[in-house]
């Protein structure tokens, strides 16, 4: 049973281009989660998806950010016209159930540099 | 919303001796309160969890304990080995997904 795949594992992208971030969740597991990791600092939520549905965007910058997770294939978190300050490491997570009732896995993370 | 503090951000100790993690949470209504260990260019893994009807929980080298009244928790890693240094996080849950987490503590074990 694979984990949690994302991909790419790196991504390097000139400021104003966009970036697509991709996650396939475990088998099974229906529940999404996407974090944001700045060197050297915790991890900070960006939304909560459920299959098509956004259930929690609260994390998501309100501008160039979007995130789906459509019925077929993995969820896609979208940055447009990138800035420098979007360089971060991007991890997601999935769930059988909600955060609160099933334990939560974590990809490798996609690594984004902006120069 | 939730805030976790998390201290030290970085501790070192000696191979075999006893490592200790603390975090606060400013949110009473959190019920769940897990651990995670990040290596190096991985994803966080948890390790161990603990929710807010039990007061501490251990599994072999590993244990937590959770404060409620104070709100604080801690991680607990006895006999500490090389294979033990890593990012450790600490995170609160509150709802159905609202986990937030602590900055991180960078655990050295030195042979």
């Known amino acids: 049973n694979a984990g949690v795949m994302q991909n790419p594992r790196h991504l390097v992208r000139r400021r104003g281009q966009e970036a697509r971030l991709r996650c396939s969740p475990m088998?099974?597991?229906?529940?999404v989660y996407w974090y944001r990791q700045l060197p050297e600092e915790g991890l900070k939520f960006m939304v909560y998806?459920?299959?098509?549905?956004?259930?929690?965007e609260s994390g998501m910058p309100k501008e160039r950010f979007s995130a789906e997770f459509p019925k077929e294939g993995p969820s896609i978190l979208r940055i447009q016209q990138v800035v420098r300050g979007d360089s971060a490491a991007y991890f997601c997570?999935?769930?059988?159930?909600?955060?609160?009732?099933?334990?939560?896995?974590f990809g490798e993370g996609s690594r984004l540099t902006v120069l | 919303g939730e805030n976790v503090e998390q201290h030290p951000s970085t501790l070192s100790v000696q191979e075999g001796d006893s490592a200790v993690i603390k975090c606060t949470y400013s949110?009473?209504?959190?019920?769940?309160f897990p651990w995670y260990k990040q290596e190096l260019g991985k994803g966080p893994q948890l390790i161990i969890d603990?929710?807010?009807?039990?007061g501490e929980k251990k599994d072999q080298r590993i244990a937590v304990t959770l404060n409620k009244t104070a709100k604080h928790f801690s991680l607990h890693i006895t006999e500490t080995q090389p294979e033990d240094s890593a990012v450790y996080f600490c995170?609160?849950?509150?709802?159905?997904?609202?986990?937030?987490f602590g900055a991180g503590t960078r655990l050295t074990v030195k042979p």
């Open positions: 998806l459920q299959k098509e549905n956004i259930i929690d």
């Open positions: 603990i929710r807010s009807n039990v």
């Open positions: 949110d009473s209504a959190s019920n769940y």
């Open positions: 995170a609160a849950l509150k709802g159905n997904n609202d986990m937030r």
């Open positions: 088998k099974g597991h229906s529940h």
């Open positions: 997570a999935s769930s059988l159930s909600p955060a609160n009732t099933g334990e939560l896995f």
